[in-house]
C-alpha cells in the first residue's frame, strides 16, 4: 500500500477488487468534495461571514431541504473519503499486523459514529421547534 | 521498507527529500488535518439539537481569537489538498500529463497562491478590523 508516485497520490494498484476500487473512489470523491467542501468553506466564510452564524443561521438553511441534501452529500463524501484516506496512513506507519488491525478498528469504530451523528441531526432537525 | 531503519520523525512520516515528497508531505498533512477538523466540526453541529443556547454558547470556538487563526490553516489545508488533489487526478486521468508534470505543478503553485494569499488576507484584515 505504500506504493506512491511523487507529490501524493498512490500509483493505480494492479488487477481488479477492492484497492483499485478505492484508488478510483478517492478520484471521483476528490472531484465531488472539490465542488462541495471547497464551496461550503468559502461560502460560510466570505458570502455568511464567520461571525454571522449562529444557530438561526442554520434554521434558515435547513428549511431547504436541498441544503440538507447538499450537506448530507458534503458529509458522506468527505468522511468516506477522508477515512480512507487515514486508512492509507494507518498501513503506512503502523506495521505490526495485530497493532495496525486495532488501529483501523478504532478508525472505523469513529468513521461510524460520525456518519451516524451527522446523518442524524441533518434529518432529525426541527425547524417547527427550533 | 525494512522496519530497524526507520529512526528519527523522517524517516518515520516517510520523508524522504525532494519537492515531490515535499508535496506528498503537505498533501497527507492537510488531508488528515481537515479531517481532524471535520470529526470536531460534526461534533458541534450535532450541539443543534441541544437547542439553540446551548449551540450558540459553542459558537465561540469558531469566533475566539485563536479560532479565527487556526482558520487561516484549514483554508490554507483545504486549498492546497484541493488543488494539489486536483493535479493528481488530471495526471492519472491523462498518462500523457506526466510528462509535463513540472509545469503543472507550477501552474497548481500559482493558482493556489492566487487564490490563498487573498482570501487569507481578506479574513486577517476581517479579523483584525472586527476585533475588539
Ligand atoms: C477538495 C477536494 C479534494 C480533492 C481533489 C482530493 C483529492 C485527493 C487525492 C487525489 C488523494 C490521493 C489518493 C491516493 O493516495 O491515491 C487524496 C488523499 C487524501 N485526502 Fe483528499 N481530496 C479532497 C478533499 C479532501 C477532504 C475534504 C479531506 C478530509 C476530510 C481529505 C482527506 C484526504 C486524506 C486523509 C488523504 C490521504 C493522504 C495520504 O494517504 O497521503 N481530502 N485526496
Ligand atoms: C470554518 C469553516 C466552516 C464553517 C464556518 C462551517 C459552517 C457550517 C455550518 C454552519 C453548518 C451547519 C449546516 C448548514 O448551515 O449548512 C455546517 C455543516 C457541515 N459542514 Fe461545515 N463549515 C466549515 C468548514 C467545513 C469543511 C472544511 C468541511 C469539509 C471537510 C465541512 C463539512 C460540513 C459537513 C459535512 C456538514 C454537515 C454536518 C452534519 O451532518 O452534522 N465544513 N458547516
Not at chain 1, 69 to 90: E, K, P, Q, T
Not at chain 2, 40 to 50: A, K, M, R, S
Request: glycine letters at 12%; a positive charge; aromatic letters at 16%.
Amino acid at each position: 500500500m505504500s506504493e506512491r508516485s511523487e507529490g501524493g497520490g498512490h500509483d493505480r494498484p494492479a488487477g481488479s477488487g477492492f484497492e483499485p476500487r478505492a484508488w478510483f473512489f478517492m478520484r471521483l470523491s476528490g472531484v465531488v468534495l472539490l465542488g462541495l467542501a471547497v464551496f461550503h468553506l468559502y461560502w460560510m466564510h466570505f458570502a455568511i461571514g464567520v461571525d454571522n452564524i449562529d444557530f438561526q443561521t442554520v434554521v434558515g438553511r435547513w428549511s431547504n431541504p436541498l441544503w440538507r441534501i447538499y450537506d448530507f452529500a458534503l458529509l458522506v463524501f468527505a468522511l468516506s473519503h477522508g477515512f480512507n484516506g487515514l486508512r492509507y496512513a494507518i498501513e503506512d506507519y503502523v506495521r505490526r499486523p495485530g497493532r495496525r488491525r486495532m488501529v483501523k478498528s478504532i478508525a472505523y469504530v469513529a468513521g461510524f459514529l460520525l456518519i451516524s451523528a451527522g446523518a442524524y441531526i441533518i434529518f432529525t432537525f426541527d425547524i417547527g421547534a427550533a | 521498507m525494512s522496519q530497524p531503519t526507520n529512526v528519527g520523525l523522517r524517516s518515520w512520516i516517510g520523508y524522504r527529500g525532494g519537492s515531490g515528497y515535499l508535496l506528498w508531505l503537505l498533501h497527507r498533512a492537510t488531508g488528515l488535518g481537515v479531517l481532524m477538523f471535520l470529526a470536531l466540526h460534526i461534533v458541534n453541529i450535532f450541539l443543534l439539537g441541544f437547542g439553540e443556547e446551548v449551540f450558540n454558547k459553542l459558537l465561540y470556538l469558531y469566533q475566539a481569537p485563536w479560532a479565527r487563526a487556526m482558520e487561516v490553516f484549514l483554508l490554507f489545508g483545504v486549498t492546497f489538498h484541493a488543488m494539489n488533489g486536483l493535479r493528481i487526478i488530471i495526471q492519472d486521468a491523462f498518462p500523457r500529463a506526466w510528462l509535463h508534470q513540472r509545469r503543472l505543478v507550477a501552474v497548481e503553485v500559482v493558482l493556489f497562491l492566487a487564490v490563498f494569499l487573498p482570501a487569507a488576507w481578506i479574513m486577517v484584515a476581517d479579523f483584525l478590523g472586527g476585533a475588539g
